[in-house]
């Protein structure tokens, strides 16, 4: 399963956003540090499911709005220097060694400062913020390598020894190949064998940006002072407000409001019956998302698995006729193909053993069969044959 992490200094809201995705249990307090050990728990990103296009009645969707689970990793705040060991130190960034990409969230509202402490909103810019988790994420991976690095060094003398490879198996835990490798050494315009510290460093920052996909979600929007906002807007960069968030899922489940996650806007359910701090919360969260085409927690969920993982949604059946797996459950399973996988991608996602027997695969809307090299399609529902059960 795909895994985002939370990541961003003390008090930027991380925790928040991580109980609006997944609703399990996180401490949330107004001061840096309040999360200590990482949480984990499971999210999901959304799509649309296919059974209404086909008129199916499917059970795995919430009317047509298709919820696929990932997990998330809601990390310890980082502080500047959090690499040499400051703050909670480096074990936190080791959280981040299991993360495919990393939601930053940094505070938008520019009331905490590089380590957390409150400040007047707009007070601290949120822009230098994005600058230092590269930063502490490069030193990390440098760190790392820095530890093998005198012995890699020697063994780059001696003949058929391969640096790429060796550095690619310091980098095991990141999931780094040696062809990429040589990209960031590319990048950085260095040669590895003959490169000094400030070398590689620049290549361990390349190896973040390959390895570490991220977005950088500026979070309390609704906190956050005109100005600043709309200097933000010129940046690259999502917002959220990840306390509005929480606050609609909660609404939600106690039926106040009707608010599918990803939504652009609620719908109160009985006016009467809500209190006038609730209406006045809720008039506050919706002028939010009016501004901003919703809360921005799905929205940024979405966008990292879909745009920096390259994510497809298949779905795998076993009886392309009706759509279901062998109990007669439609659209039974959904999941999070990289874009140019094939049916024999899928075969090996669903079983190693079904992948290992694959024999062919069935479109399951054409009823054709298709190509090995067929190259799946975002909605795709294949039908696997293999000669594994
Ligand atoms: N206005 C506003 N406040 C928020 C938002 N998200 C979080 N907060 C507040 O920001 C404070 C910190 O939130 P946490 O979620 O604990 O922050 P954190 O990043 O997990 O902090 P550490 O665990 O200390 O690193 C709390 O008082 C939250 O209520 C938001 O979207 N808007
Ligand atoms: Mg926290």
Not at 343 to 369: C, E, N, S, W
């Amino acid at each position: 399963m795909i895994t985002l992490a939370l990541a961003g200094k003390p008090n930027c809201g991380k925790s928040t956003f991580f109980k609006a995705a997944t609703l399990a249990h996180a401490e949330i307090a107004n001061y840096p540090f309040t999360t200590i050990s990482a949480n984990f728990g499971v999210g999901y990103v959304r799509t649309t499911c296919p059974c209404k296009e086909l008129g199916l009645v499917c059970s795995a969707c919430q009317d047509g709005d298709r919820f696929v689970p990932v997990n998330i990793i809601d990390v310890a705040g980082l502080v500047p220097d959090a690499h040499k060991g400051r703050g909670l130190g480096n074990q936190f960034l080791d959280n981040l060694r299991q993360a495919d990409a990393i939601i930053h969230v940094v505070d938008a509202s520019g009331a905490t400062d590089s380590e957390g402490n409150l400040l007047n909103p707009g007070a601290h810019d949120p822009l230098v913020d994005i600058a230092f988790l590269k930063f502490e994420m490069t030193m990390w991976v440098y760190g790392i390598l820095d530890k093998h690095w005198a012995k890699l060094h020697r063994q780059a003398q001696t003949k058929g020894f391969f640096i790429h490879k060796g550095v690619a198996e310091v980098f095991t835990g990141l999931g780094v190949t040696p062809e990429e490798i040589r990209d960031a050494e590319l990048a950085a315009g260095i040669d590895l064998v003959h490169t000094d510290e400030q070398g590689l460093i620049s290549f361990c920052r390349e190896i973040v940006k390959i390895s570490k996909p991220m977005i950088v979600v500026g979070n309390k929007v609704d906190a956050a002072p005109q100005e600043l906002v709309a200097r933000l807007k010129t940046e690259n960069m999502a917002f959220s407000s990840a306390a509005g968030e929480l606050a609609l899922r909660n609404a939600s489940n106690a039926h106040l409001i009707r608010y599918i996650p990803g939504d652009p806007m609620f719908r109160v359910m009985d006016e009467g019956s809500l209190s006038p701090a609730q209406k006045g919360g809720l008039a506050k969260i919706a002028a939010t998302m009016k501004e901003f085409g919703g809360t921005g927690v799905q929205q940024a969920l979405n966008h990292a698995v879909y745009s920096l993982l390259d994510r497809i949604v298949v779905y795998p059946v076993e009886d392309e006729h009706h759509y279901c797996d062998g109990k007669g459950r439609v659209l039974p399973d959904a999941f999070l193909m990289k874009k140019g996988s094939t049916p024999r991608d899928l075969a090996f996602q669903v079983h190693t053993d079904i992948g290992k027997g694959f024999l062919y695969a069935v479109d399951a809307r054409t009823k054709m069969r298709v190509k090995d090299t067929h190259e799946l399609k975002d909605g795709d529902i294949i039908r696997i044959v293999s000669i594994a059960k």
